[in-house]
């Protein structure tokens, strides 16, 4: 992987999942309508509660995209990628038990495949070594 398309990733996950969350936090109806999801309205303030996850998880990613750019910071980029790889993992099997159960509606799928994509490439990348080839 080269050190502008590993930005790039960092970029893309992290604005994506800090816009989101920031969103879910201010506006959850809003956003759960720009996306064509639905929640009762009584689940809103806990669907304000999970984005501040959200934007937790967009802000970490946004600090590794601030560690690629400073030099010998590999193995903190690393820990970046372990924790969004778990906590991206979670949540789409969360997401993926909750869509067979018919708790959440299939349309929620598009979050447990995002997810799950990333969190697998993120632990295909730490197995090979991606950060330290790019990162340098």
Do not use: N
Not at 15 to 35: E, F, K, R, W, Y
Not at 63 to 87: F, N
Request: proline letters at 3%.
């Amino acid at each position: 992987m080269t050190r502008p398309i590993l930005f790039g990733y960092q970029l893309l996950t992290g604005l994506s999942d800090a816009c989101t969350g920031a969103m879910l936090i201010i506006a959850p109806s809003l956003t759960l309508q720009l996306v064509s999801m639905q929640v009762p309205t009584d689940a809103l303030p806990f669907l304000s509660f999970v984005g501040a996850f959200v934007l937790s998880v967009g802000l970490i990613c946004l600090y590794g995209a601030l560690l690629i750019r400073r030099s010998g910071c590999v193995s903190k980029l690393e820990v970046v990628w372990l924790v969004t790889a778990i906590t991206r993992a979670s949540v789409a099997v969360f997401v993926l038990s909750q869509v067979s159960a018919g708790a959440l509606a299939s349309s929620w799928l598009t979050v447990a495949v995002f997810d799950g994509a990333c969190s697998t490439f993120q632990a295909i990348g730490l197995r090979k070594g991606w950060l330290i080839h790019a990162a340098r």
